[in-house]
């Protein structure tokens, strides 16, 4: 994975690094990149990033794999802080795939000079807080320390991979990969026997692509899944136009909305509505495409009799377009109301069961019991293999926080404070951890949100906090026990008020690591609810927070 794309950033470490640094921030995605804005070019900081890839990007430096794409739309899926940098910048598609993506980030990170700041290929180890001298310690893996007042993580929510422990695995003799630590250069399937292991958001993305070209894919469903068509396309010079021209009333609605997106919730009841004229805005909004089908209803995500409305209609769609009655079974028997657990939107996902070359295995009927030199066992059969794909997913939100090692006050492992799952203040901070401060951390919506528009925000109360400190002469702030209490009760009273708990396997309930605490991670009231709780917070004096403790 160390391999250079071309004309990749090259900055390597200088003199000047040792000093300490007003601030550190580990990771160049779209958060890392716009805090370093933040806090070098708005409040005069002395700033570095530390990436591990050779590029900026974050989770789509990494995510490469076949049918890889953003379901957000792409004239939602940026930075909005500059009218300027929004309409100088010309999105190609409907949905942005990676490579477009990097380019992107690229571009907002030459436009703002920001890569004189970042030192790539540089991967954190571990972080201790030095109480005395009030600076964090990072270590690297080149076996440098740099020290810094302020330690900012911008490691995303899901960048930690999960690749289950399958007995067998170390002996399989073809390859295999994750879909997000993908190679570079691609795996070529032609002529190969392919089992892809996962079919959430990446598992559904991928097996379309995958099936053009393998001489057989044979898909492993352990939780069958709903999916809505995506409608990708090419966006017009006009298109282009329409939404440079909306930015002020897009960027208002993306702030006001709940989920971060530029288009609203209807306010209507699923369940109030008659069942023909449900029926006609569902089918619309399946034609239309795109995660616009949740907020057809405003009751969808409290109200099980509402959601079944919903379920029901898209279990249809997938008996209607799966032809072999048996494969449609499996792929319809879906265990959780919709979008309890996130809800993929796909091209051609389902239709890719009509080719002869794609074949299901219900792996909850017919369990996988190991990995073989030549396949994948399950208790019925073996499955010859050339390649494995594991589109698995990853430790989520925690996971990359956890990776990073963080020692706080008094020598406390974030690991320990952390043993039954995360806690915190706004998602933000860590009691324990001084001036450590979490981007889209667990308890934020991050993930339950259109992510630019929810990292913007974290960044800008960051930086706002950061500026009053030095304008008030606050040299520490860290947040307390009793104000993590508070805030870890909201999130789950929020997440309780919804449908989102009732699904079992869910990520944003760590089910799917083994062994994770099963803690309900992201907040679910809402960002606009966030927005303004995070606001008050600050203008009541940062109230949750204590300064130089
Ligand atoms: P995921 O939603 O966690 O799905 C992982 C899949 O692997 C599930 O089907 C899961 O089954 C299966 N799985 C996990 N461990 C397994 C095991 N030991 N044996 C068999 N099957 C196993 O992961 P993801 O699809 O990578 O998506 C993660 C998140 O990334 C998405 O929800 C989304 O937020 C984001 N994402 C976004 C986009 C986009 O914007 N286009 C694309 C991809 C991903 P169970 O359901 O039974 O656990």
Redesign the pocket.
Known sequence: MSQSAPGAPTNRESGADTAPFDALIIGAGFSGLYQLHCLRDKLGLRVQVLEMADDVGGTWYW?RYPG?????ESHSYCYAFSEEIYREWSWTERYPGPAEIRRYLRFVADRLDLLRDVRFETRVTGAEYDEGANLWRVHTDDGRTRSAQFLITAVGC?SAA?I?K?PGLERFEGQWAH??QWPHEGIDFRGKRVGQ?????????AAPVIAETAAHLTV????A?YSIPARNGPLTEADQQTYKDEFGDLRRIMHEASNGHPFLISQRSARETPAAERRQVYEQAWEKGGLRFRATFADLLVDEAANETAASFIKEKIRQIVRDPETARKLATIDHPFAT??P??DSHYFETFNRDNVSLVD?REDP?EEITPGGIRTRSQEYPLDVIVF????D?MSGPLLNLNLTGRNGLRLAEAWTAGPVNTLGLQVAGFPNLFTITGPGSPS?LCNMPVAIEQHVEWITDCIAHMREQGHERIETTPEAMDKWVRHVNEAANATLLPKAN?S?YLG??VPGKPRVFMPYAGGMARYRRICEQVAGDGYTEFVFDA
């Open positions: 995510n890889a794409r953003c379901d957000s899901l999960n289950p399958i879909t997000g292991i996962g079919t959430g958001s990446t598992g559904i993305q492993f469903q352990r939780t899944n657990k996130r993929p939107v792996i996988i589109a698995t997913g990853f989520a993930v396997s990520w089910a799917n």
